[in-house]
């Protein structure tokens, strides 16, 4: 079973300054020059893919953060990458 899942845009620039990132906020709350990058800071500069989102909201959903198994379909999903 392949899922048919848009691939992600990553030339999307995201502004992630002002959002309490690390890599782009701790610069000039510490009094540094903003513009001198952390790269320190292994961070993501693009959105996570939305059918990714979409699972995270499903689970969120059912308000059960315990330890689970995988089932059939992330096993034939893994299988057929």
Same mark, same amino acid.
């Given at each position: !079973? !392949?899922?048919? %899942?848009?691939?992600?845009? +990553?030339?999307? %620039?995201?502004? @992630?300054?002002? =959002?309490?990132?690390?890599?782009?906020?701790? !610069? &000039? @709350?510490?009094?540094?020059?903003? +513009?001198? =990058? &952390?790269?320190?800071?292994?961070?993501? #500069? +693009?959105?996570? &893919? *939305? %059918?990714?989102? /979409?699972? /995270?909201?499903? $689970?969120?959903?059912? $308000?059960? +953060?315990?330890?689970?198994?995988? #089932?059939?379909?992330? #096993?034939?999903?893994?299988? *057929?990458?």
């Amino acid at each position: !079973m !392949m899922l048919n %899942v848009k691939c992600n845009n +990553f030339d999307e %620039v995201i502004n @992630r300054r002002g =959002t309490n990132s690390v890599k782009y906020d701790f !610069m &000039p @709350r510490n009094n540094r020059n903003e +513009f001198i =990058t &952390p790269l320190w800071i292994a961070d993501m #500069d +693009f959105k996570i &893919p *939305h %059918v990714v989102s /979409l699972s /995270l909201i499903e $689970s969120a959903k059912k $308000s059960i +953060f315990g330890y689970t198994n995988t #089932d059939i379909k992330y #096993d034939l999903g893994i299988a *057929h990458q």
